[in-house]
């Protein structure tokens, strides 16, 4: 026997096959951003120090490439195989991962005035305002798809 619950989670899952398009979008964007960057990381680790606020430590960079790797594993999977549940873990690691990576950055610039790290506060701080938006438009959904199953 399902709970109500239950039944509506698998209805909503088997009906949304698509997330929304900010975060559709979004997910393009980090997919094709952390690409390109765990590729150089792994490459080229030294001309990714030589333009890192942090300076050169190649063996860093390589494992920043690494990790890159394995987080956009989760990504492509979140993107091509829609589930709620899922998403939201996902998208709150997105969430306090651009807080923290954005305030670490913001922190090195209010020590060092780079701008390198005030354009890396800013474009992770927008990242996250976007999945702020893109959960909310998701959560909205799910939950107009609860009133008409269940109305």
């Not at 509506?8 to 899952?13: L, P």
């Not at 960079?61 to 990504?75: D, K, P, S, T, Y």
């Amino acid at each position: 026997y399902m709970s109500q619950i239950e039944y509506t989670r698998r209805f909503y899952n088997m009906k949304q096959q698509r997330m929304n398009l900010l975060l559709h979008i979004l997910f393009i964007l980090l997919m094709i951003a952390i690409s390109g960057a765990a590729v150089l990381q792994i490459c080229a680790p030294e001309y990714m120090g030589s333009h890192a606020a942090y300076g050169i430590s190649t063996g860093w960079q390589r494992e920043i490439g690494f990790w890159n790797i394995a987080v956009l594993v989760i990504l492509i999977t979140a993107y091509r195989h829609y589930n709620w549940i899922y998403l939201q873990s996902i998208l709150l690691a997105l969430i306090l991962g651009g807080i923290g990576i954005g305030t670490n950055h913001f922190i090195h610039y209010l020590q060092m005035h780079e701008t390198v790290n005030l354009v890396g506060a800013i474009e992770n701080y927008l990242l996250v305002i976007g999945w702020m938006i893109g959960w909310t438009i998701e959560k909205n959904n799910y939950n107009k798809t609860l009133l008409i199953t269940w109305g």
